[in-house]
């Protein structure tokens, strides 16, 4: 549920990013330069939107709307850092999966299970990217909204 909720959020932001890419570049999905360009300006976009919500406390709204927040193992916030290392592995475990699929065989594809699929076998019921960059997601309790004084 959290993974599409994220992914309603993240279409808004990557239209209106992508858009704005292709309207100041004139880039119309052919391939050379530009293409890959336009890649990575989308790869960076995602990694300033998840690194910029999972670090230092912070929370997107679906993390908010669902309760849950991205810790350290220890329970502290994670760090730029540390959440830049989250994005990478995962990004880096979906961009391996994929290229498995297309460069060896399709049924490569069904490598993209294995980040959700770790939960299963780990104690602590984290996902792969989550070991690997010594994170978790964590539930918190909402915090209540602020109400000005009556008449104020």
């Given at each position: 549920?959290?993974?599409?909720?994220?992914?309603?959020?993240?279409?808004?932001?990557?239209?209106?990013?992508?858009?704005?890419?292709?309207?100041?570049?004139?880039?119309?999905?052919?391939?050379?330069?530009?293409?890959?360009?336009?890649?990575?300006?989308?790869?960076a976009v995602?990694?300033?939107?998840?690194?910029?919500?999972w670090s230092?406390?912070?929370?997107?709204?679906?993390?908010?709307?669902?309760?849950l927040a991205?810790?350290?193992?220890?329970?502290?916030?994670?760090?730029?850092?540390?959440?830049?290392?989250?994005?990478?592995?995962?990004?880096?475990?979906?961009?391996?999966?994929?290229?498995?699929?297309?460069?060896?065989?399709?049924?490569?594809?069904?490598?993209?299970?294995?980040?959700?699929?770790?939960?299963?076998?780990?104690?602590?019921?984290?996902?792969?990217?989550?070991?690997?960059?010594?994170?978790?997601?964590?539930?918190?309790?909402?915090?209540?909204?602020?109400?000005?004084?009556?008449?104020?």
């Open positions: 549920m959290g993974m599409a909720y994220e992914g309603i959020v993240l279409f808004g932001v990557l239209w209106f990013a992508d858009y704005a890419f292709s309207a100041l570049t004139q880039f119309r999905g052919h391939p050379g330069a530009l293409r890959t360009a336009f890649q990575l300006f989308t790869l995602l990694a300033a939107y998840f690194v910029g919500f230092d406390g912070r929370r997107s709204l679906p993390m908010k709307t669902l309760g991205l810790q350290a193992r220890d329970g502290a916030p994670v760090s730029k850092a540390r959440a830049a290392a989250r994005f990478a592995a995962a990004a880096g475990l979906a961009i391996g999966a994929l290229a498995a699929g297309y460069f060896l065989h399709g049924a490569m594809y069904a490598l993209l299970v294995v980040p959700f699929a770790w939960t299963l076998v780990d104690r602590d019921r984290r996902a792969l990217y989550d070991v690997l960059a010594g994170t978790r997601l964590a539930c918190v309790p909402p915090t209540p909204a602020r109400r000005s004084p009556v008449g104020a």
